[in-house]
């Protein structure tokens, strides 16, 4: 008998394509940090310092009224300080690329979401059942790489945006806007760029750590403990450049500046050798426990 004799109803085959099978799991590491209250709160608390250079804003083109002392005050700490100049990229450089308060943000944000991303699956063994599912190890990398990304970018790369509008609407000309917008994209690049390289790291490290807290240390360990490794090679070798060629943090920073056009004494090349022979080791390293055999085993 003829399973149209069982009354079975006939079925179409679609091809689903290879990203509409890791999409979800990209929606689903971007909406991470915003799936608990503590979350919701980290996720506040970085971005106080954007909130801070907004306020300096208002005050500066008069939004907020203090006096004139007040004001005064504000334009001339942004004439000493360029980083204080809405004006100039690196208002909005800064704002991220600051040691402070820029790491100890990068470090909550990363930590809270995206160094538990790939170790979270392996201990609920969920890994197994996502081979299953015609989700190769690449796409589901990828997966996790966009959503981890665009939860970091929130910070990194629309809050400096949100200043640059803010800026521009909030000016008495269009002046701030043209002479802001030649650089813009360029520094907002930038703060993808260095983005990325950071969110790509910190995967790879989730990735080869067995259990979440386990890769958040590990997260944490690369981050200060390169910054400490290079700040002691610089003050042995008396040589200052190499705690920007030596430390993940500020290796990252000179990129970000030097994309973003952004004044530095620092060369690229051997902070941009340094994160692409980290990131080629440790990828390696992730490469082979997401295999399907390490990863099932």
Known sequence: MTPLGLRYRRADHALV??????????????????????????????????????????????????????RGDVIGRSQAWAQWDSGRPEFYVELVMGTWPGLPVLILLTGSATAGAIARDRRTNALE????????????????????????????????LALWVAAALMADDWQQLTSTLPFLGSVLFAL???????????LCLS???????????????????????????????????????????????????????VSTRVALGPALGFLSGLLLLLGLGAWRRLRVGEAVA
């Open 17 to 70: 394509p290879a990203w509409r099978r890791w999409w979800p799991l990209a929606r689903q590491e971007f909406l991470v940090p915003f799936r608990s209250k503590v979350g919701i709160a980290v996720f506040c608390l970085c971005l106080v310092p954007a909130v801070v250079r907004l306020f300096v804003l208002m005050i500066r083109y008069g939004m907020v009224d203090f006096g004139a002392a007040a």
């Open 129 to 160: 059942l996502l081979w299953t599912r015609g989700i190769t190890p690449f796409g589901y990398l990828l997966a996790r790489f966009c959503g981890s990304l665009g939860s970091l970018c929130l910070v990194t790369v629309a809050a400096p």
């Open 192 to 202: 993808l760029l260095v983005s990325a390289v950071w969110t790509a790291l910190c």
């Open 207 to 261: 990735a080869m750590a067995s259990s979440p807290s386990q890769a958040i240390v590990l997260w944490c360990l690369l981050l200060v403990g390169s910054t400490a490794l290079a700040n002691i090679a610089a003050g042995v070798l008396r040589e200052p450049n190499l705690r920007a060629w030596l430390s993940v943090w500020d290796a990252g920073g000179t990129l970000a500046r030097h994309v973003a056009g």
